[in-house]
Every structure is written in structure tokens, then in C-alpha cells.
């Protein structure tokens, strides 16, 4: 069973978001001129560093989310796509599309993670909130 992102979590902040796509070549050195390169593979994974801010008890669920649930960040999991889920689907002129009762279409999207290498740090903003660092790694 793959486990499920904690819907109560904060969306990642947009500020501290980073996306590495895993290379996918390799070098080709030629005996003169400069070097080129061809596919090492097909599908290729990207690496997402993310922050979130939470709460007290935010923290409390991100923590138990990774310590336990993912035994320390070794398990796969569904989180949705922070650049899709959730977001208006806009016409082309980037009105948002409407349901026939006037709601907002919203779009869809998960992507299939790990945790990468970079487990999560914790730091403390403000009087009573923590935000965690960390990176995943989406799969292809």
C-alpha cells in the first residue's frame, strides 16, 4: 500500500520552491571539438525542494507523517502537485471555467514520492509556527 500525503498540510511556500530534474545523459567525448552527449535513459525523476510553515500541530502531523508512517522517510507516497492541484482550469483568454452552478473547475494532479536526500529541517518562525525544509524526489 502507498501511503497518502496529510491533507491537512500547507500547500509549500513559493519561495523557497526548487525544481532538479535528474540528468539523463551521458557524455560522448569526441578526440577533437567540444563534447556531446546522448540519452543514459528514458525516464527520468526530479528532485522538488519544498518548505512548509505550520503550526504546532501541523508539525505534529508532518513529524508522525515522517518518522512514522514513512519509517523515517523510506516509504513512497501520493502527494498532490503543488503547481496543479487545486488551481482554477483557466479559458484561453485566463478567465477561470466554471461548473454549471458558477464553481471554479479545479484542476488535478499527484505526483508519486520519495523523500530525497535532503531529510527535513526544522526551524522556528515566530512566536508559535516551524517550518520544515526538506526535498522529495518525484518519480517518472
Known amino acids: 500500500m502507498i501511503l497518502t500525503w496529510p ?9 523557497t520552491w ?3 530534474p ?3 545523459r551521458a557524455k560522448r567525448q569526441a578526440d ?3 563534447p556531446s552527449f546522448r540519452r543514459r535513459f528514458s525516464s527520468v ?12 500541530n501541523g508539525k505534529a502531523i508532518f513529524d508522525r507523517f515522517f518518522h512514522e508512517d514513512c519509517a523515517e522517510g523510506t ?22 471555467l466554471l ?12 505526483w508519486l514520492c520519495s523523500f530525497g536526500e535532503q531529510v527535513p529541517v526544522e526551524t522556528v518562525e515566530g512566536q508559535v509556527e516551524f517550518r520544515k525544509t526538506f526535498s522529495v524526489v518525484v518519480m517518472p
Open 45 to 56: 525523476s526530479k528532485t522538488v525542494n519544498l518548505s512548509l510553515v505550520l503550526t504546532r
Open 22 to 24: 535528474q540528468d539523463a
Open 99 to 110: 461548473t454549471a452552478e458558477g464553481a471554479p473547475i479545479l484542476l488535478a494532479a499527484q
Open 75 to 96: 516509504h513512497l507516497f501520493w502527494m498532490p502537485d503543488p503547481t496543479t492541484d487545486g488551481w482554477p482550469l483557466l479559458a484561453t483568454d485566463g478567465r477561470p
Open 7 to 15: 491533507p491537512t498540510l500547507p500547500k509549500p511556500e513559493r519561495k
Open 32 to 34: 577533437a571539438g567540444p
Open 18 to 20: 526548487q525544481v532538479t
